[in-house]
T-cell receptor, first 114, second 114 residues
Framework: KNQVEQSPQSLIILEGKNCTLQCNYTVSPFSNLRWYKQDTGRGPVSLTIMTFSENTKSNGRYTATLDADTKQSSLHITASQLSDSASYICVVRAGIGGGNKLTFGTGTQLKVEL | NAGVTQTPKFQVLKTGQSMTLQCAQDMNHNSMYWYRQDPGMGLRLIYYSASEGTTDKGEVPNGYNVSRLNKREFSLRLESAAPSQTSVYFC?????????????FGEGSRLTVL
């Protein structure tokens, strides 16, 4: 069964600090992996997509990494801001052989405090 | 740009009542989806429509029906609401088929069944 596990479940950091969120998956065959940000009371919004050949991709203060061999991804947030407080969801898409289906992680709840 | 619009945003039902959640997108996307989000669980797919005129069951379709009214609109109906259907419902759309497929989500509809 395809699974996506995220850690930690929740995290509290001080404004200006860095943090790293983890995503481990057992989706096969792998097509791509997306990180979504979900603000409280809003729908998820895509931050970045990682395909099989990509190791690192940045979007402003967000940097995602992918290790396809170990089936792990991370999302690093640099110089956190209060507006980074949100749930971060890892979503893995299976390839055509896996029905092109999406498997969602349960998210990491990040709170940035003053 | 409106993106994906869901109505209503909040609804309280009694057990056994029926209701329809409406969703419309203005991005000319072919694919549309209905998800539910419950605490501690990842987003779960209820139904999806890969293109106008087609609908398919997702992971948790029991107790729901859908209608792809046209390319823009995709509605979700609860015929006889149960407390287990208390959840936040998200509509999403995607413009790419078997490709990278970014999902664009609505703001969510918060449903409570008493």
């Amino acid at each position: 069964k395809n699974q996506v596990e995220q850690s930690p479940q929740s995290l509290i950091i001080l404004e200006g600090k860095n943090c790293t969120l983890q995503c481990n998956y057992t989706v096969s065959p792998f097509s791509n992996l997306r990180w979504y940000k979900q603000d409280t009371g809003r729908g998820p919004v895509s931050l970045t997509i990682m395909t099989f050949s990509e190791n690192t991709k940045s979007n402003g203060r967000y940097t995602a990494t992918l290790d396809a061999d170990t089936k792990q991804s991370s999302l690093h947030i640099t110089a956190s801001q209060l507006s980074d407080s949100a749930s971060y969801i890892c979503v893995v898409r299976a390839g055509i052989g896996g029905g092109n289906k999406l498997t969602f992680g349960t998210g990491t709840q990040l709170k940035v405090e003053l | 740009n409106a993106g994906v619009t869901q109505t209503p945003k909040f609804q309280v039902l009694k057990t056994g009542q029926s209701m329809t959640l409406q969703c419309a997108q203005d991005m000319n996307h072919n694919s549309m989806y209905w998800y539910r989000q419950d605490p501690g669980m990842g987003l779960r797919l209820i139904y999806y429509s890969a293109s106008e005129g087609t609908t398919d069951k997702g992971e948790v379709p029991n107790g729901y029906n859908v209608s792809r009214l046209n390319k823009r609109e995709f509605s979700l109906r609860l015929e006889s609401a149960a407390p287990s259907q208390t959840s936040v419902y998200f509509c999403a759309s995607s413009g790419q088929g078997a490709g990278t497929g970014e999902l664009f989500f609505g703001e969510g509809s918060r449903l409570t069944v008493l």
